[in-house]
């Protein structure tokens, strides 16, 4: 089992920043890939970025030139820098863990307008 815990959340006007958290525990040991997904009322959950163990990333679209992603092994744990916020970007973001796909319990972004 792989504990995930997500924290960074909150309320930003548009244009502003906010840095996420996702902090990892349990089995890690079989962990390859991290990301980050986020789920607007109304949408399906869809993915924002990923990195792999060896530091790979990838992004969706939306976000590219925005967001980082990135992670400290050491402390097993996970990042995403979102820069230039915008209102669309207004979900709740999840931390994931693959290849057993384990997740966190979510925190809430807002972007005012």
């Known amino acids: 089992q792989v504990q995930l815990v997500e924290s960074g959340g909150g309320l930003v006007q548009a244009g502003g920043s906010l840095r996420l958290s996702c902090a990892a525990s349990?089995?890690?040991?079989?962990?390859?890939?991290m990301g980050w997904y986020r789920q607007a009322p109304g949408k399906q959950r869809e993915l924002v970025a990923l990195?792999?163990?060896?530091?790979?990333?990838n992004y969706a679209d939306s976000v590219k030139g925005r967001f980082t992603i990135s992670r400290d092994n050491a402390k097993n744990t996970v990042y995403l820098q979102m820069n230039s916020l915008k209102p669309e970007d207004t979900a709740v973001y999840y931390c994931?863990?693959?290849?057993?796909?384990?997740w966190g319990q979510g925190t809430q972004v807002t972007v005012s307008s």
């Open positions: 349990g089995s890690i040991f079989n962990v390859k890939i």
């Open positions: 994931n863990a693959r290849p057993d796909d384990f």
């Open positions: 990195i792999t163990r060896g530091g790979t990333t």
